[in-house]
């Protein structure tokens, strides 16, 4: 009789355990949180989400209108991943947080560009003008390059240029360390600012017909997913990467762009 029960209980278990694994198969995530700025992420995302329909999943873009939050929401798990950084900026920022962000796709490249209300040629600038650029690590170094690469003034060969770096200015320009969401708004104070392109876009600024400069189009500076560390292999992530690198997106970031931003992948 003991023999029967323990039997019994055993298969009760095993049965137990089974449709456990069921229901935890069943219930595999299919609901993608991930952040972005405005424009373009959050645009190229509402694409993605198409495609990720057609594939099972629900995708939930979360929007935001600076660098720091997105990062922070991701590697406390309120998000799944974010859109709207590269490379250089997640790294800079993992080490001075102690975030754990990796990067899981390579999407586009937005070509920093130099943008102004005053003057319509970087010939025009005068002796003590001011410009204006991004006060994070990346990219008022990204700025500085494409101040250097126009000749308007020369650095320190170090890793991440700021204006204590400068070695020559012969217009002896002021440089003013600015959050990179307010550039387009002090277009009018200052005689030029060096703005990441998302930014641009949002302010109604065509890198390709308002830029008085651009940066280089062998930039590092791809925008990337990213996700906390540990994430990278799961499944919705690998759908989420599959998406967002697929023909379709190519296509629509190239028809509607028309070359302000560019694919990488």
């Keep these: 009789m003991f023999k029967v029960v323990l039997v019994a209980l055993v298969a009760l278990f095993l049965g137990a355990c089974s449709d ?146 400068i070695l020559d200015n012969p217009k002896n320009l002021k440089i003013k360390e600015l959050d990179a969401p307010q550039l387009p708004r002090v277009l009018d104070e200052v005689t030029a600012a060096v703005i990441n392109t998302n930014y641009a876009l949002l302010a109604k600024l065509n890198p390709l017909k308002d830029a008085l400069a651009l940066e280089s189009k062998d930039s590092p500076y791809v925008n990337v997913i990213a996700v906390k560390k540990g994430n990278e292999n799961k499944p919705y992530i690998k759908a989420l990467d599959k998406a967002i690198n697929s023909d379709a997106i190519k296509k629509f970031i190239r028809t509607k762009y028309k070359g302000a931003i560019i694919e990488a992948f």
């Design 20 to 165: 456990n694994n069921d229901k935890s198969k069943t219930q595999e995530k299919k609901v993608i949180k991930i952040g972005a700025t405005p424009i373009p992420h959050a645009e190229i995302l509402q694409e993605v989400k198409k495609i990720l329909a057609e594939e099972g999943y629900t995708l939930k873009i979360v929007e935001f209108t600076d660098y720091v939050t997105p990062n922070i929401a991701v590697e406390e798990g309120e998000l799944d991943a974010n859109f709207f950084q590269h490379v250089p900026y997640m790294e800079e920022f993992n080490k001075n947080k102690n975030t754990h962000l990796v990067a899981t796709a390579k999407v586009h490249l937005e070509p920093m560009g130099v943008y102004s209300h005053k003057i319509k040629s970087l010939d025009e600038i005068k002796d003590g003008d001011t410009i204006a650029v991004p006060n994070d690590p990346t990219n008022e170094s990204r700025a500085l390059d494409i101040l250097q690469k126009e000749g308007l003034l020369t650095f320190k060969d170090v890793e991440l240029k700021t204006a204590k770096d």
